[in-house]
């Protein structure tokens, strides 16, 4: 149906070849503050948050790349003004595990996430099948939400495919056993060790799926891309395009960790309403779909996510390779 | 309204009734709305849709006039002291004068008729019009009426008083057309040639129209010359169409059959490289029409009616043997029969069938060895039969009655999967059923010079029935949590509903009146539209144990004044609408296949409100004739789910909206029209802000529909000049331009990212994409 819709929008604009395309300035109304949260807590780790806000719609990007002379707070001054990033240590962020045990976050640069500057708790671990609570306090209001952290599933076997007249690239693919009788979300990340330091999503093809058509079936997963660096969504014109292969595939003789996590039913809610979104907003045939978030509060958007990580690490060898 | 069946006690002595039919002595084609009027007793009436006349006056002698616009006048005189019957063939002026009249009614009909925002253009006129790419379309004139709006630039889709598009009952000989465009909207299904003349009810729409809230369009073919044959013509920018029609039996029946097709794709053909990948791309619409008619007697006549049309959209690409076909179109047929009982009863016995068709054909793999096929289908298909009596018992009182069935399927979209050896047809279970029923009586009721009455009743009923599976999701509308199965014939959901309508004249003098007008409709069924504009994409669904009919109530009062001897009609009109159980898609509701789900799992339901005021002012005869139309109104929506739940202007709520039509007659062989719309412009959601998450931009949407385009503004001419008129040969040209002062009219906004962040040159900027900018059309007609 969506391809359909937009291939009409296609097809109505190049009929009509005769259309044209003016530059207009809108006049759009400041947009009220809105509290950005995307926090996590996985399977052995700390919760990690990011806290942002909106910006104006016509607001310069300027993303400065950060390197070893770069002045941190020149650094998060620039982040704050383009992306709208919240790095501020008078903020009251507690996360609240089963047990009633509290534990508050502090800002904290941490490299192996983006955009680094986020706000972690030192005490709690994530724990399978434990809910967790976030608390914010933010310019006097309140915001909450509460996350589950479902049983990993753990993948049973890895392989790996040659792209066609190619002997150094490919995809991996993998298989595992969905546990029948649960409904099961799950998302994916990879990372290449010694060439990447964050988990991402893969560069093409679905982060996040579920079980409703294989409920305790073989689930086959493939071809798995390399992971997604998130930094060049602001270049237009990125070199991206030409060194594709190098960004998309594995390299024969890497060694890879996919990480194949569980998550709650409102955390696959929130990314599949994130995926609907990149896919409708800008579209002018249809009416945008908003994000479908988990964070209670006045005016917020984002997610509050338990993973129940399971990570493989394979190094890509003949072993792996399929007929 | 049985107060009004009593009150039809005779008060006079004697009475005896004139009937008949009045037909253009050239054609034989029956003139509808032609007057008959007798001024000795200041009595008269008009010919119905069939142009059949029935007049019950006290017996005497009178002098009897028989009018039509454009018809020589003629006059009897009719010794009436048993019933009359009396056909009159009327001779046509077009010939003789050259005057241009607007309109086909007669004098003081909008003033005196208890009848109320109901609009009729002669096609005549109509194709004296500017017309879009030289195709005449009566779709896109009636937008230039008060209260009526186009869908979007070059759209033949239009809102009424605030409705949505699927609220407005499109009727072509009687049969509903669901689809009423071809490619995207921008031409109609309506082949000018074909057509004898319409109706729009804006409101106030009489007892025997219903299964829709807003408006009913009724069109009706021309039936076929019964005296000679005639062949008319003509070849323009985009297509090329012939009529033909004429006698199969002079005086008794006649045929008639009109086609066009879209020419672009054969044009190019030549042009395209033999060699390109994409050559068996292209794109074209045809479409047909048949009609047949045989008189048995003056009192039994049968009519068959057909459309087909159809577009087809082909892209294929010879390189990677991916295809892709859409067609879609609508066939329709329609068998008539009109029986006289008396000349006073009169009954109209109708079998209909409607389909409208949509399909998505992709294939890959090469040629005729495809590997894999894939074909979405949605539509609707209607069985319909109808019986409407019409009953003059008096002068006073003209009553009709009747009956309808219709039986509707729904397709709301098929999948079917076709791979190297197996096919998977996932759509059968899928269709939904629904039977729709309706009873009514109206009655027009002269109660006295100065007032009528209009009252209607009608009782309708729609049951959704098996065989259907219901598939009851979860609270996020992701799992399905029960499935209901219903076997073949089970009734699944039903609604029953009263609809009155009420519409009173009080005349103040002789050239003015005061008239109000309410009605209450229901709509079992709803056009589900995932996208911002109208495609051929969008959805039929019959209201269910989910979705609710859709309820329509609209209040009316106008003030009607004619000047100069009818030279000057004038109007003001004030409405009043709400409507209730409108559905759209949940926010980001993306169906896919239906596999194991219903469309209507993700329809959210919520209401609406007009209203307005509408001016009408028209310059009926002269060498200067046209009308300026002008709208002020308002319309909003409130759905709980959309826009957190507050009310926000519908897609096409517009302040103003004016349209100004002249033409104007130069001499015998030479006329000049003009068209000019202001229109406020159209609402809009765009992102206020932007954040980033995993990366990624999420664009913050203002409030729904909260942005507003610039006005929408254009000015269209033509020149209709006449080369050779003889008895036998006509051939004239056309010569039109849309957009004369080539404005960049708004068609969408749209919003562009150029530079690069890590450098500090990204930017964000908004483009205003315009369509159509001054396009020069020339037609070339000819008739003989």
Redesign the interface.
């Known amino acids: 149906?969506?391809t359909?819709?937009k291939?009409?929008a296609i097809?109505?604009?190049s009929?009509?070849i005769?259309?044209?395309?003016?530059?207009?300035?809108?006049d759009?109304?400041?947009?009220e503050e809105?509290l950005?949260v995307?926090g996590k807590i996985e399977t052995g780790e700390n919760p990690f948050i990011f806290l942002?806000?909106?910006?104006?719609?016509?607001e310069?990007?300027?993303?400065?790349?950060l390197d070893d002379s770069s002045d941190i707070q020149e650094i998060i001054q620039a982040l704050e003004n383009?992306?709208?990033l919240i790095y501020d240590s008078t903020i009251v962020m507690t996360v609240t595990d089963g047990s009633n045990f509290v534990d508050t976050l502090i800002p904290t640069i941490n490299f192996f996430e983006?955009p680094n500057f986020g706000y972690q708790a030192r005490n709690i671990v994530g724990q399978e099948g434990q809910s967790y609570r976030l608390d914010i306090q933010y310019k006097g209001k309140d915001y909450w939400s509460e996350t589950i952290i479902p049983e990993a599933v753990s993948i049973d076997s890895i392989w790996f495919d040659f792209n066609e007249d190619n002997d150094t690239l490919g995809t991996l693919g993998f298989l595992y056993m969905d546990p029948a009788g649960i409904?099961n979300f799950y998302t994916i990340e990879t990372l290449v060790v010694d060439e990447q330091f964050a988990y991402n999503?893969p560069y093409y093809g679905s982060y996040i799926f579920d079980d409703?058509q294989l409920d305790g079936d073989t689930i086959r997963y493939f071809p798995l891309l390399k992971s997604?660096d998130?930094?060049d969504?602001?270049?237009?014109?990125?070199e991206g395009q030409n060194d594709f292969n190098q960004k998309a595939f594995y390299e024969f003789g890497s060694t890879v960790n996919i990480k194949l996590s569980s998550v709650d039913?409102a955390t696959?809610?929130f990314w599949t309403?994130?995926i609907?979104?990149?896919?409708?907003?800008?579209n002018?045939?249809?009416?945008?779909?908003?994000?479908?978030s988990n964070i209670v509060g006045d005016n917020c958007?984002?997610?509050w996510a338990g993973y129940g990580a399971n990570i493989k690490t394979v190094t890509i060898d003949n072993s792996l390779v399929r007929e | 309204m049985l107060i009004f069946f009593l009150l039809n006690i005779s008060s006079y002595a004697q009475k005896h009734t004139l009937s008949g039919y009045i037909r253009d002595i050239e054609t034989g084609e029956e003139l509808l709305g032609a007057n008959i009027n007798i001024n000795e007793i200041k009595t008269g009436t008009s010919t119905n849709l069939y142009g059949f006349y029935s007049l019950t006056v006290p017996d005497g002698t009178y002098e009897v006039t028989f009018s039509f616009i454009g018809y020589q006048e003629t006059q009897k005189t009719i010794e009436i002291n048993k019933d009359v019957n009396l056909n009159i063939d009327l001779k046509s002026t077009a010939f003789t004068t050259g005057e241009v009249v607007v309109s086909g009614e007669r004098n003081d009909a909008n003033v005196n008729s208890s009848r109320m925002s109901v609009e009729k253009i002669a096609v005549e006129d109509i194709k004296k019009l500017p017309a879009f790419m030289g195709e005449v379309d009566i779709m896109k004139t009636i937008q230039l009426l008060p209260g009526v709006q186009a869908a979007g630039e070059g759209n033949t889709g239009f809102y009424v008083r605030g409705g949505g598009p699927d609220q407005n009952l499109i009727l072509l000989d009687e049969a509903t057309v669901y689809n009423a465009s071809h490619l995207f909207g921008f031409f109609s299904v309506f082949n000018a040639d074909a057509i004898k003349g319409f109706e729009l009810y804006k409101g106030g729409m009489p007892a025997q129209y219903g299964g829709r809230i807003s408006s009913v369009m009724d069109i009706s073919m021309n039936n076929g010359n019964m005296k000679s044959y005639d062949f008319e013509g003509g070849i323009g920018t985009i297509s090329t169409r012939l009529t033909a029609q004429g006698p199969i039996v002079k005086d008794k029946a006649s045929f008639l059959i009109s086609g066009r097709r879209t020419y672009i794709d054969i044009l190019v053909k030549p042009f395209v490289n033999k060699e390109s990948p994409f050559r068996n791309s292209g794109y074209y619409f045809y479409d047909a029409n048949l009609k047949l008619n045989y008189k048995f007697s003056d009192k039994d006549r049968i009519y068959l009616s057909g459309y087909y049309g159809k577009d087809v959209f082909n892209f294929s690409s010879t390189d990677d043997g991916f295809g892709m076909k859409i067609p879609w179109g609508n066939g329709i047929g329609s068998l008539r029969w009109n029986h006289l009982f008396s000349n006073k009863f009169f009954v109209n016995t109708t079998l209909l069938f409607s389909d409208y068709q949509f399909q998505t054909d992709v294939s890959m793999g090469s040629g005729e060895e495809s590997t894999f096929r894939l074909i979405q289908s949605s539509g609707i298909r209607d069985y319909h039969f109808k019986q409407d009596f019409s009953f003059i018992p008096s002068p006073r009182h003209t009553v009709r009655f009747g009956s309808e069935y219709i039986f509707h399927r729904f397709t709301p979209n098929t999948l079917q999967i076709e791979t190297e050896d197996t096919e998977v047809d996932l759509g059968k279970s899928q269709q939904q059923y629904g039977h729709e029923a309706a009873i009514y009586l109206g009655d027009d009721f002269t109660v006295s010079e100065k007032l009528t009455i209009y009252a209607g009743l009608r009782a309708s009923a729609f049951i959704q029935v098996g065989e259907f599976t219901r598939f009851v999701k979860d609270q996020y509308r992701l799992d399905n949590i029960d499935t209901i199965q219903y076997a073949s014939g089970e009734i699944v959901a039903d609604y029953y509903s009263l609809e009155p309508r009420v519409n009173v004249k009080y005349s103040l003098s002789p050239t003015s009146s005061v008239k109000a007008s309410y009605m209450r409709n229901k709509q079992y069924i709803h056009l589900a539209s995932l996208s911002a504009s109208t495609l051929p994409t969008d959805l039929w669904v019959p209201s269910s144990d989910l979705v609710k009919p859709q309820i329509g109530a609209q209040y009316s009062i106008g003030y009607f004044r004619n000047f100069s001897d009818n030279l000057f009609e004038t109007s003001l009109q004030i409405y009043y609408k709400n409507m209730d159980n409108l559905i759209e898609y949940a926010d980001g509701a993306l169906p896919m296949d239906q596999l194991n789900d219903n469309a209507d799992n993700y329809f959210v339901s919520g209401t609406g409100q007009s209203y307005g005021l509408e001016l009408f002012i028209k310059k009926r005869y002269g060498n200067l004739t046209g009308w300026i139309g002008y709208t002020l109104s308002k319309t909003d929506r409130q759905f709980d789910e959309i826009n957190e739940g507050e009310i926000f202007p519908a897609k096409y709520d517009r302040r103003h909206d004016l349209s100004l039509t002249l033409s104007y007659q130069i001499n015998e062989k030479l006329s000049a029209s003009a068209v000019f719309v202001y229109a406020t412009g159209n609402t809009t959601t765009l992102p206020v802000a932007r954040y980033s998450i995993n990366g990624e931009i999420i664009e913050e949407y203002g409030p729904r529909n909260s942005y507003r385009m610039d006005p929408y503004h254009r000015l269209d001419l033509s020149v209709t000049w006449i080369t050779k008129q003889t008895k036998n040969w006509e051939s004239s040209w056309n010569f039109s331009i849309y957009n004369v002062y080539n404005r960049k009219n708004p068609y969408f906004i749209y919003f562009d990212y150029e530079g690069d962040a890590s450098d500090g040159t990204f930017q964000t900027s908004a483009k205003q994409v315009s369509l159509f900018p001054i396009l020069p059309a020339v037609t070339w007609n000819f008739k003989f």
């Open positions: 149906m969506k359909t819709l291939i009409f097809i109505l604009v009929i009509f005769f259309s044209c395309e003016t530059d207009i300035t809108v759009l109304p400041t947009p809105k950005i995307q942002s806000r909106n910006i104006g719609y016509f310069p990007v300027n993303i400065p790349e383009s992306m709208g983006f409904r999503p409703e997604y998130g930094n969504f602001f270049q237009t014109n990125s039913v696959f809610i309403s994130f609907k979104h990149l896919n409708t907003a800008g002018p045939f249809t009416n945008p779909a908003s994000l479908k958007d984002g997610i």
